[in-house]
């Protein structure tokens, strides 16, 4: 977001979007400080993506996110920050012993498969990506710590939701819905049995809101935020549930990606004990609300070249962002 003549300006809905880049400190600086609080999305997403150019991935999620952390710091009451981490910083958990099923892996380990990974496991930076959020991650702990921001992290599993454009490499879920809408196959790295929680994206807006309300009881902590083994499936079961709301999909396999966690699934508990959160959506429901929405953006755009265009145009904007 940027106020290009460092001025807060407001339309009459109390609304203004501008668009910028988080690796641009006037940018940061001239919007920053008129904020009451700040959800920080803005990243480089793609793991492939950070390893083909993690010279960007780094300016992008590191540099980006200090910059945002300095502007705070100069701010005479700064604002409350809710920074999006991942659960890429637990590294692969290649230690985890798991139990391979006829449809998805699971721990050996009785208290990780009823409630998840905690916040004490040790955190363990794969991948360039998993490195730059995990350098912000660290950077907005340090800086509630050393310079007492009001600040916390959100070190988010599956988001999934109406409005999400996936890719293969961000959003799968929402990817799995569209590549079912445009009849084309769903494409499986591994072998689909990997499991992840599934947090619907309404629910993590309560998230979202609760940090804000609740801050000095989670000001420089790290918490865990997805669906929690309450609600987790793995890939194969995920496809299954668009096939109860689309019909068949084709289904094809490709190698495992690197450092791909088989399991993981968010212990939330931490998190509900501080602000009274859970996630509520199950994943039936979310699935059935994504593919409703996805459903009716589809013929939307069909009937639009202009749309189309402008769509795309987004995409490449986001992919920047």
């Not at 800086?143 to 916390?152: C, D, E, F, K």
């Not at 790295?189 to 940090?211: N, S």
């Not at 499936?233 to 289904?251: F, K, M, T, W």
Request: proline residues 4%; charged residues 25%.
């Amino acid at each position: 977001m940027r106020i290009c003549d460092g001025s807060p300006r407001r339309t009459e809905k109390n609304l203004q979007v501008e668009i910028a880049d988080v690796r641009d400190l006037a940018a940061v600086g001239s919007v920053l400080p008129f904020a009451s609080a700040v959800f920080h999305l803005a990243a480089q997403t793609a793991v492939t993506t950070s390893v083909t150019d993690p010279e960007r991935d780094f300016d992008v999620n590191a540099r980006g996110t200090l910059n945002v952390l300095e502007v705070m710091r100069a701010c005479s009451k700064p604002p409350v920050l809710v920074f999006t981490s991942t659960n890429k910083v637990y590294g692969d958990l290649a230690d985890l012993e798991l139990r391979e099923t006829e449809i998805r892996y699971e721990p050996i380990d009785l208290a990780i498969q009823r409630e998840g990974i905690s916040e004490a496991r040790p955190i363990g930076f794969h991948t360039p990506y998993g490195c730059s959020k995990g350098t912000a991650d660290q950077y907005v702990l340090e800086y509630a710590r050393s310079y007492q921001l009001p600040a916390t992290v959100f070190r988010m599993s599956c988001i999934y939701g109406p409005h999400q454009m996936g890719t293969e490499d961000q959003g799968w879920v929402a990817h799995f819905v569209r590549r079912a809408l445009e009849q084309q196959s769903i494409c499986v790295y591994g072998d689909g049995k990997q499991v992840r929680d599934l947090l619907f994206v309404e629910d993590l807006v309560d998230a979202f809101l609760l940090a804000r309300e609740h801050i000095a009881d989670v000001q420089g902590q790290p918490f865990n935020i997805g669906g929690s083994s309450k609600h987790a499936a793995s890939l194969l079961d995920v496809i299954e549930h668009v096939r109860q709301v689309h019909g068949s999909c084709e289904v094809e396999f490709d190698a495992w990606r690197p450092s791909d966690q088989r399991y993981y699934v968010s212990d939330t508990r931490r998190f509900q004990a501080a602000t009274g959160w859970a996630p509520r959506t199950d994943i039936a429901s979310g699935i059935e609300q994504l593919y409703a929405w996805a459903a009716q953006h589809r013929k939307a755009v069909r009937r639009s070249p202009q749309r189309v265009a402008a769509a795309a145009e987004a995409g490449d904007r986001n992919q920047a962002s």
